[in-house]
């Protein structure tokens, strides 16, 4: 179900007109559908219901402090990759106990205060990790609860640069140091070591690489069961991709991505955590700009936006495709041009050939599949301003996060009196 629709010919969020929204927050900003995220939610813990398994939202794909306290309350954890994300969150009134430290390096004061927060587990990734863990939960005279994460190579399929379960990728603890690393860790006391984690990649379009790394997890819990290691937790990450392109491709449902998982760990004995991040928030977002001009060079048709790739950079990383809708529908004919935003980079364009029917000036865009990875990964490149973030939910909006000001922005700047 679309929770962004056109009615009267205006491209709604829930019950509130975009424009009613732009005139408020002024362009570029993002918007979110607190009945998307709550359904994209609940309809992957369902598939999990009854099993005590934790959902533990991706916080890197959407963290505004709103949107984790919306997806707390409906019960999810999180999964976190710094301090930063700890900090949030805690504040969004997630509880402790709820929270992976998930990433390939954490610092000593990262740690600590995941330790004196009482976080459920440390994913580790590497013997020098475990190491520095250890050394940390030492001085601090308690124990710390990990998973490692290993690396199961197992290839996605995925786009390369966001794949991460293949054997040379950076992630991960490599798969036949596993066993050693974990019995060793069992005997360290200052270690406490409850279970097995991965993560083989993002934006994942098909079930059987979810099922051949859920299976190598399923054996690797029993191969040490069989040292007699004890084993409480399996975490298989996050990974499943969503739809892009409103004609295209159909990722596979979240009911039969539970059921296989379920199908190799229910009678397993573990609490099965997993870690999504673009399948709840992803379409949960757009992200909404302003025609500034159109542009013709030499025959290639540009219309220029407000927004950029400072604001929504995935066009400009990776060359994902984000679909474009006009928010006041038109008659017009439909003509080809490229969207492009304002920043000084020739990668700044968010579409090529979009077929728009009235970009004229002060007009508005809003690009779709936007709310994971979104906010998340802007920047204040050309000083520009971060994007506003709204929350909608059915009548009502409000700004999560507000566009600073130029003097916010340069607030931790200072020249020093001997310049
Ligand atoms: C460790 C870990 N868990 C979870 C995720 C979330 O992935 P996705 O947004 O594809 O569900 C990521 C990002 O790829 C990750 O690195
Ligand atoms: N940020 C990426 C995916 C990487 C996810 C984090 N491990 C994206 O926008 O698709």
């Known amino acids: 179900m679309d929770h962004f629709t056109y009615r009267d010919g205006v491209l709604h969020a829930e019950d509130v007109p975009l424009p009613l929204i732009a005139d408020e927050v002024g362009t570029p900003f993002y918007v979110y559908a607190a009945a ?34 919306l997806l707390g309350k409906e019960g999810a954890g999180a999964d976190i990759v710094s301090g930063g994300e700890l900090f949030r969150a805690l504040k969004a009134g997630i509880p402790a106990d709820r929270i992976v430290f998930s990433g390939v390096g954490k610092t000593r004061a990262e740690m600590k205060a995941a330790l004196e927060a009482g976080i459920l587990q440390f994913n580790v990734e590497s013997e020098a990790e475990l190491r520095q863990l250890a050394g940390v939960a030492e001085e601090m005279d308690v124990a710390a609860p990990l998973a490692l994460r290993v690396n199961p190579d ?50 994942i379009t098909s079930l059987m690489p979810f099922e051949k790394a859920a299976g190598r997890g399923r054996d690797l819990v029993t191969a040490l069961r069989g040292k007699g290691c004890e084993v409480a937790s399996l975490d298989l990450g996050g990974g499943l991709g969503i739809p892009y392109r409103q004609d295209g491709e159909v990722p596979p449902l979240p009911s039969d991505y539970a059921a296989i998982i379920r199908r190799l760990t229910d009678d397993l004995g573990v609490q099965v955590i997993m870690e999504p991040g673009r399948l709840i928030a992803g379409n949960a977002g757009l992200f909404v700009t302003e025609v500034l001009l159109q542009k013709d060079q030499d025959g290639t048709q540009y219309v220029i936006v407000d927004g950029g790739m400072n604001d929504l950079m995935r066009p400009a990383l990776y060359g994902s495709h984000h679909d474009v809708q006009e928010v006041a529908q038109s008659d017009a ?19 090529r050939d979009a077929a728009l029917r009235d ?61």
Request: glycine share 10%; charged share 20%; with cysteine.
């Open 36 to 69: 998307t995220l709550r359904r994209h939610y609940r309809v992957f813990a369902e598939g999990f219901a009854g099993s005590g398994a934790l959902v533990a939202f991706a916080v890197k794909a959407l963290s505004n402090i709103a949107v984790l306290s």
């Open 333 to 351: 004919e439909p003509k080809s041009c490229h969207i492009a935003g304002p920043v000084c980079e020739s990668t700044d364009v968010f579409l």
């Open 154 to 203: 197992v290839d996605a399929g995925t786009d390369t640069r966001i794949s991460t379960g293949r054997k040379n990728d950076k992630f991960g603890i490599p798969w036949d140091e596993a066993v050693r690393l974990y019995t060793e860790a069992a005997a360290h006391p200052s270690l406490a070591p409850r279970g097995i984690a991965m993560h083989i990649g993002s934006q």
């Open 359 to 419: 970009p004229k000036e002060g007009a508005l865009l809003a690009f779709r599949g936007a709310g994971a990875y979104g906010a998340t990964q802007s920047s204040q490149y050309n000083t520009r301003p971060l994007a506003p973030e709204v929350l909608v939910d059915g009548e009502r909006f409000a700004i999560i996060r507000k566009r600073p000001s130029y003097e916010d922005m340069l607030s931790g700047e200072a020249v020093p009196s001997w310049l």
